[in-house]
């Protein structure tokens, strides 16, 4: 798994440049396909655990890339909401392009990039989700004391439902349906 420590603080000024190295290193560790798809799902939906838990490398945790092409910067970006804003738009560009190249990413981080599906879990069920990753195998993402940040996250992400995004109570159903495609 591609994890890249060497995050930048969110106030360092940025520039577009070459990511073929980075992309190079997902190409040797993931499936590319004839056609990318992101799916946006709300921490603790699943994503991470289907992810580690996938046969075949097809499907990339959107964390892993937009960590090692610096779209997340080092600090704790997910509480402060100019800082989530910033992340999340420029996770949009890298989702964006690595759509182009073929990749499959699941992830958390949008803005304006429409996914091509969204998993919104039943609300008891993501909450045991939390419950179970908080008590027994943490790594990363929201917690049960942030319960409130996931629902106003879930009612961000049903707004793409009202666009026509299809939408799914599970990680395996949005993978399925878009592998039919």
């Not at 997902?26 to 289907?50: D, M, N, Q, R």
């Not at 046969?55 to 092409?69: F, N, R, V």
């Not at 420029?90 to 992830?107: P, R």
Request: glycine share 6%.
């Amino acid at each position: 798994m591609i994890r890249d420590k060497n995050l930048i603080p969110s106030k360092t000024p940025l520039m577009f440049s070459d990511g073929s190295t980075v992309y190079n290193k997902f190409k040797k560790e993931y499936k590319v396909h004839s056609k990318g798809f992101f799916i946006l799902a709300p921490s603790g939906a699943g994503k991470t655990y289907y992810i580690k838990n996938q046969k075949a490398k097809h499907w990339i945790d959107g964390d892993l890339l937009w960590e090692a092409t610096n779209a997340h910067p080092r600090e704790e970006w997910w509480l402060d909401i100019n800082l989530i804003i910033e992340a999340d738009q420029k996770s949009d560009i890298i989702t964006s392009q690595a759509k182009k190249m073929g990749f499959w990413i699941m992830g958390a981080s949008n803005y304006w990039l429409k996914p091509d599906a969204i998993v919104i879990p039943n609300w008891n069920k993501h909450k045991k989700y939390i419950k179970i990753r908080e008590e027994n195998h943490y790594d990363g993402g929201a917690k049960l004391d942030k319960l409130q940040q996931v629902i106003n996250h879930r009612n961000e992400i049903l707004k793409w439902a009202k666009k026509g995004v299809p939408k799914f109570d599970s990680i395996e159903k949005a993978v399925k349906y878009l592998c039919s495609l």
